[in-house]
Nanobody, 123 residues
Framework: QVQLVESGGGLVQPGGSLRLSCAAS????????MGWFRQAPGKEREFVAG????????SYADSVKGRFTISRDNAKNTVVLQMNRLKLDDAAVYYC????????????????WGQGTQVTVSA
């Protein structure tokens, strides 16, 4: 099993930046891909970004390309989502996720989920 714990959420003004971190524990060796989903009130969970074990492949939702960057440090078992130029539409609960499968934008294909961290974007 893999446990995921997010941190770094908070309140930010439009145009600002936030850095989300996710610490993984448990069975973290091997080809564990990691990523982030988000869910805003009244909306379905949506894929934000994903990264393979090696970090050699990343994937982003079109809505965040060019603004968000995902990275990982396997020595520290952490994955980071750097969010720049935040918009009102980016406000949501952000979930750290992990999977042994290839990267996917389908929520049901990710086995492990953190508890989520709130990101609020408001003027």
């Amino acid at each position: 099993q893999v446990q995921l714990v997010e941190s770094g959420g908070g309140l930010v003004q439009p145009g600002g930046s936030l850095r989300l971190s996710c610490a993984a524990s448990g069975r973290t060796y091997g080809n564990l891909a990691m990523g982030w989903f988000r869910q805003a009130p009244g909306k379905e969970r949506e894929f934000v970004a994903g990264i393979t074990w090696s970090g050699g492949t990343t994937s982003y939702a079109d809505s965040v390309k060019g603004r968000f960057t995902i990275s990982r440090d396997n020595a520290k078992n952490t994955v980071v989502l750097q969010m720049n130029r935040l918009k009102l539409d980016d406000a949501a609960v952000y979930y750290c996720v992990g999977t042994w499968r290839p990267l996917s934008q389908v929520a049901s294909l990710w086995e492990y989920w953190g508890q989520g961290t709130q990101v609020t974007v408001s003027a």
